[in-house]
């Protein structure tokens, strides 16, 4: 098949990195291509993938041991790392390319393929996910298009390779990147064919890994505005298949609209996604179904369980005592979130943000040393005595110096003899 476009190879393209890998490749003679992502993205004109993947994904018709043989003769770091399906990481000046061999699915789980190698490009084009991933690249820059993928690219349109029903019966996953795609490079309706596929298949979900199905979602709710996404899928039952008890986007709108001063979060948004309705319980059911990380989960419960006096009309001397509590990032991600749910209040959302961001940590001027050197028993006791100073020394908002606070403390254990 003849090349679709050619185009000048690019920067990364012609690093010494990649054409170090490029030549140990082809050292036989081999046809070695880019395909993927990093196709799509040099057609785009930029390098993120909607997923924040750096790697290079490159095609082979020769097998996994050949490889490994071809990389290890040219001294060129090489890591198995999915040999079973035809996968050889190699390491070049520390940037990682993802070699793998031309496939055929042989047999399909809803998960990963049974697979087989083969040297035909077009077979191993129609086993992709979506017609923009199906393209390819040759080192001087000739695109190969089978199923045409430029046109949906530059039209916006994500679009399953062949029959959608098949492509999410093979993988489960694919239903979610559809949307996750859609978000990042779609323009428009979703496509009908993929959508109603999609629509149709949504109870398949629950067949998926936790892990797939976060990572799939925060890369989704990390696109520059994922709401109109989210709201199809939950028109189309999709939504409530991952994140039970959400169905407004009203939130998560105006964060998106805040977070243009502020930067983007995924882990916010979802937890905007979630709010009003959702709780640490909430947040617990969730982080155990995505398999959250222990830090993803407690601050997902915390943006969802906000104190209640976090918001516009906090004074200086609370928002000083809630920042001493909690931590700054904490505080700000609540007073966002609130800001997100209250109307009207931008300026003063604004300032208690930059009062936050503002902040230093402090801690109380006396420790337990110096209550033992009092004579304070060793045990509770000691315990008691600083939390009394530290209540009181938060009551004075923290203008108590050191010599008051171990006057405080002086008090305090004379009152225990």
């Given at each position: 098949m003849k090349p679709a476009r050619q185009i000048e190879p690019t920067?990364?393209?012609?690093?010494?990195?990649?054409?170090?890998?490029?030549?140990?490749?082809?050292?036989?003679?081999?046809?070695?291509?880019?395909?993927?992502?990093?196709?799509?993205?040099?057609?785009?004109?930029?390098?993120?993938?909607?997923g924040g993947h750096s790697d290079i994904d490159i095609a082979t018709p020769d097998r996994p041991q050949q490889v490994i043989a071809l990389l290890d003769r040219a001294g060129i770091k090489n890591i198995p790392t999915g040999i079973e399906h035809g996968t050889v990481t190699a390491v070049a000046e520390g940037q990682h390319f993802e070699i793998t061999t031309?496939?055929?699915?042989?047999?399909?789980?809803?998960?990963?393929?049974?697979?087989?190698?083969?040297?035909?490009?077009?077979?191993?084009?129609?086993?992709?996910?979506?017609?923009?991933?199906?393209?390819?690249?040759?080192p001087?820059?000739?695109?190969?298009?089978?199923?045409?993928?430029?046109?949906?690219?530059?039209?916006?349109?994500?679009?399953?390779?062949?029959?959608?029903?098949?492509?999410?019966?093979?993988?489960?996953?694919?239903?979610?990147r559809f949307f996750r795609f859609h978000a990042w490079y779609g323009t428009g309706a979703p496509d009908s064919g993929g959508l109603a596929a999609a629509t149709a298949a949504a109870k398949l979900l629950h067949k998926l890994s936790g892990e797939r199905i976060r990572n799939e979602m925060l890369k989704l709710l990390a696109a520059p505005d994922p709401a109109p996404?989210?709201?199809?899928?939950?028109?189309?039952?999709?939504?409530?298949?991952?994140?039970?008890?959400a169905a407004s986007t009203e939130i998560l709108r105006a964060l998106l609209a805040i977070e243009a001063e502020i930067g983007a979060d995924p882990l916010r948004r979802l937890a905007a996604l979630m709010r009003p309705s959702g709780n640490a319980a909430a947040a617990a059911k969730l982080a155990d179904r995505w398999r959250l990380s222990n830090a993803e989960h407690e601050?997902?419960?915390?943006?969802?369980?906000p104190p209640g006096q976090i918001g516009a009309d906090m004074k200086p001397r609370r928002l000083r005592r809630e920042l001493y509590v909690h931590g700054a990032e904490q505080i700000i991600d609540w007073l966002v979130l609130a800001w997100s749910e209250q109307a009207g209040e931008s300026k003063r959302f604004r300032s208690l943000i930059d009062a936050a961001r503002q902040w230093?940590?402090?801690?109380?001027?006396?420790?337990g040393a110096d209550a033992l050197a009092l004579g304070i028993p060793?045990?509770?006791?000691?315990?008691?005595?600083?939390?009394?100073?530290?209540?009181?020394?938060?009551?004075?908002?923290?203008?108590p110096t050191r010599p008051d606070c171990l006057e405080k403390l002086r008090a305090l254990a004379s009152a225990l003899d």
């Open positions: 920067e990364w393209m012609r690093a010494a990195p990649t054409r170090a890998v490029i030549d140990a490749l082809s050292a036989d003679g081999q046809e070695i291509r880019f395909v993927g992502g990093c196709v799509r993205d040099t057609l785009l004109g930029h390098g993120h993938d909607g031309l496939r055929v699915d042989v047999k399909t789980h809803g998960r990963h393929a049974d697979v087989a190698f083969t040297d035909d490009w077009r077979e191993d084009a129609a086993r992709r996910d979506f017609t923009m991933n199906a393209l390819s690249c040759t001087d820059g000739q695109i190969h298009d089978p199923w045409d993928g430029i046109a949906d690219l530059e039209a916006g349109r994500v679009r399953f390779v062949g029959d959608a029903g098949r492509r999410i019966e093979e993988d489960h996953l694919r239903l979610l996404v989210i709201e199809i899928m939950a028109e189309n039952g999709v939504l409530a298949e991952v994140v039970a008890g601050r997902l419960a915390a943006l969802l369980s230093r940590p402090i801690a109380l001027p006396v420790k060793a045990g509770p006791a000691v315990g008691e005595v600083l939390k009394a100073v530290e209540d009181w020394w938060i009551e004075e908002d923290f203008t």
